[in-house]
């Protein structure tokens, strides 16, 4: 992505220019991670969900207990304003929402473009890799600035040559990856930690959807640890991955990916994604 892509950011409904979107050390918010964020993608200049994507980080401010005047609507047209001014084509929108320094300050919301992750074919026709790492998020069903754990996890994936780390909670459950949910496939039914347990992930709310509108069952509960190879299939699903399929957990667990029902989420995905952002438009994504 070249700079004059990212050179605006938007400050609560403002253009300003990214080399005056700073934040200072003093910074309370900053300090104590008073803070929750989105990631949004823009494909072909179509921003993929952005009312979820709104509706999700007023929603983690809401579990934080975070003061703030914005509203779905005023995101939605930040949205439309950055993809304008930004030229965005292939994109990330991150969302940064910074909370109130005292009382009378407003809580900052910082909307601004990065490049956007492709994946090579081969990962969704051959599947990939994930290591396991022991951790879990506090406050999980909150998109919180909060990310020590996932940034270890996805540093120590990435040293060992994986997509994810999936994280071992304190019961020995895997509920999620660092940056992705985590699904697991047993007889046919589809396994996934409870949102009680988990970020509602965008592409996990449509997928346990469309399974569920297929006759694939969905039980929601955290895979456990000592018992993934009980499991025939495995897959991730998150906003930059889609579906991903997994055939290799921590180099001991190998499974043939992606296993038929994966294949047939990877599918109806796309499918829905087709038909909802593009229209008719084909893309060449997984
Ligand atoms: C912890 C966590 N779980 C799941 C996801 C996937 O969510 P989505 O499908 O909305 O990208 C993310 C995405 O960033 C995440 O950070």
Known sequence: MDNKREQYVILNGQLILKKDANISVFSRSMFFDFAVYDSMKVVK???????????????????????????????????????????????????????????????????????????????????????????????????????????????????NGALDALLIDHDGQIREGTRTNFFAVREGKIYTAPLTQVLEGITRKIVVDLARNNDIEVIEKAPLFDELDSFEEFFFTSTSMNVMPISDIDGTIKKHAPGPITKKIMDLYKEYYNENIFGKIETKED
């Open 45 to 159: 200049g179509r921003a993929f969900f952005p009312r979820f994507h709104a509706e999700r980080l007023l929603e983690s401010a809401r579990l934080i207990n975070m003061r703030h005047n914005l509203t779905v609507e005023k995101i939605e047209s930040a949205i439309d304003l950055l993809i304008e001014k930004n030229h965005l084509e292939n994109a990330m929108i991150r969302f940064l929402l910074l909370g109130p320094e005292n009382d009378q300050e407003e809580a900052k919301l910082y909307m601004f473009s990065v490049g956007l992750t492709f994946y090579n074919d081969s990962a969704y026709r051959q599947g990939v890799k994930a290591i396991t790492f022991h951790g879990e998020r506090h406050i999980p069903q909150a998109k919180s600035k909060d990310l020590l754990i996932n940034y270890l996890g996805f540093r120590e994936a990435t040293e």
